[in-house]
């Protein structure tokens, strides 16, 4: 192992504060690989004195061991990944791509779900099949990933998804697809409208695929972040598609994360700090790298009522005492969303007892020094859902007049679960429109239109990310797992030819 590093702080390339390892606290300085196989992207090593990290596509990944793809719910690993020492080795070596591909290439399902049924699924789990329908993911991957500035965010979501392992739950691909209409998506960037202005970047714990961070960088004041996950995919579908011009790390630690104190202007985790099983310790280091100690928890879950997606919630008093005495305020989602339906933000002046609160399931907590923050945002200057490009919302159902060429967009909730979680989008948003095919595709576009204000009062237009999703009604690139598994293994047999007539005297 190196341990001269050829710069002595991080390159600004991949974060823009200094990353520290988090086992020895050292700075961690970066060596750029050889060869650099994707446009935009940066693939290298960081090291220090005890440890050696892999920068994939300029995600750095400071983990140690496996780098599997874990259930956002659990710690339970739903793909098992490459180790970082083989990232390593595959960013070193000729072909730097091929760490990527190891860290996308997630094996297909097996037919008609046989590998989990007795005294079928032998040859599926445990014979050629899963070496020989891995082999082909990894070319499909390959191949995808030479048509990347073609495709979306979605082309991906759906390929983990809905084409991947029987252990992944398919209804994430909604949970997270779906996600820029929903109530606690509004509640949430209503919420953030308190964090600190002008101040440096922020740091989004637990930031999935980045849908926080994108609103942040395209919102009136817009702010910075470096989004902080330990499932890889998650980052690189963030970095590439939905908010690029912000940045990544991959790290699993909730007591040490890779970075110095006060790094950044306040440290924000939404939608997940209530799974987390070392509460205590994420709170301590969430203030640690904070200015003022600043800490914004938006969605926690209220141990007090059903349903739990944890044992580890909490009740409104016990989040409020991993503060260890720091001046705070409390929220709930319930009212941050009839406020932003009413066009005010949120309401922090007057401070609230754990108390007002026994009733109320999702919870948001702010805690700072500085306590400038606690403030009431009386009115929005327009609806913080329409910063960004405005696209169609993909809760619709694109269907289409025979005779006359009309759109018609249908609300229609993808599962029942999704219904059941988000059961207060049919309150605000359109059951269904109707338009003529110019006002359809200029909508697909981006491109204002004169019923643009009116889509957008009723959530069928919202901001979204340019290259986020297929204009609605259009196919996958690939219909089928077994479509994408042919195309790739047919990838994979010419990569194999090439490399052997390479090699030929």
Not at 137 to 162: K, N, P
Not at 404 to 425: G, I, Q
């Amino acid at each position: 192992m190196s341990t001269t590093p050829t710069e002595s702080t991080t390159d600004p390339r991949l974060a823009p504060i200094d990353l520290v390892c988090p086992e020895c606290r050292e700075t961690l300085a970066f060596t750029p690989a050889s060869t650099q196989p994707l446009e935009g992207g940066i693939f290298g090593v960081l090291a220090c004195q005890c440890s050696e990290y892999p920068v994939v596509d300029g995600i750095p990944v400071i983990r140690q061991g496996q780098v599997d793809v874990q259930d956002h719910m659990t710690e339970r690993a739903e793909v098992d990944g490459p180790t970082v020492a083989r990232l390593v080795e595959l960013i070193r070596g000729d072909d730097p791509l091929e760490s990527l591909v190891e860290l996308l290439a997630f094996p297909p399902p097996t037919p008609m779900n046989l590998g989990s049924r007795p005294g079928v699924r032998l040859p599926f789990t445990r014979g050629p099949w899963p070496h020989l329908a891995h082999e082909a993911r990894r070319g499909e991957v390959r191949a995808l990933l030479g048509e990347i500035d073609s495709l979306t965010a979605q082309d991906w979501m759906e390929l983990c998804y809905e084409r991947s392992s029987d252990r992944i739950n398919g209804e994430l691909f909604p949970y997270f697809f779906i996600r820029f209409g929903q109530p606690r998506y509004l509640s949430s960037i209503s919420f953030l409208e308190s964090l600190p202005k002008n101040s440096g970047p922020i740091l989004d714990m637990a930031c999935g695929f980045g849908h926080i961070m994108y609103h942040l960088s395209v919102r009136k004041n817009p702010i910075d972040s470096v989004g902080l996950d330990r499932n890889f995919f998650q980052l690189w579908v963030a970095r590439r598609y939905i908010a690029p011009d912000q940045s990544y790390v991959c790290s699993g630690r909730l007591d040490s994360l890779p970075f110095a104190d006060d790094a950044f202007s306040a440290s924000v985790c939404t939608d997940a700090f209530h799974l987390f099983p070392t509460q205590q310790e994420a709170m301590d280091e969430l203030r640690r790298i904070a200015k003022a100690d600043t800490v914004l928890l938006d969605r926690i879950g209220n141990a007090e009522l059903e349903p739990h997606d944890t044992d580890q919630e909490r009740d409104p008093a016990g989040y409020v005492s991993l503060l260890r005495g720091a001046p705070w305020r409390l929220a709930c989602e319930d009212e941050l969303f009839e406020n932003y339906r009413a066009g005010r933000g949120v309401q922090l002046a007057t401070p609230r007892p754990p108390e007002d609160f026994t009733g109320r399931k999702w919870l948001a907590l702010i805690s700072s020094r500085d306590e400038s923050l606690f403030v009431d945002v009386d009115a929005f200057d327009g609806p913080p859902h329409g910063a960004g490009t405005l696209q169609i919302n993909p809760i619709y159902r694109v269907e289409r007049d025979e005779s006359t060429d009309d759109v018609h967009l249908r609300f229609e909730f993808p599962s029942t679960w999704y219904a059941f979680e988000n059961s207060m989008m049919i309150s605000y948003t359109s059951a269904g429109e109707w338009m003529d095919p110019k006002t359809f595709d200029a909508l697909c576009e981006g491109l204002e239109t004169d019923r643009t204000p009116y889509y957008l009062r009723r959530f069928v237009v919202l901001g979204m990310p340019p290259r986020y999703a297929r204009k609605p009604g259009t196919p996958p690139r690939f219909r089928s797992v077994a479509a994408g598994l042919r195309h790739g293994a047919r990838e994979r047999l010419t990569t194999v030819a090439r490399q052997v007539g390479s090699h030929r005297p």
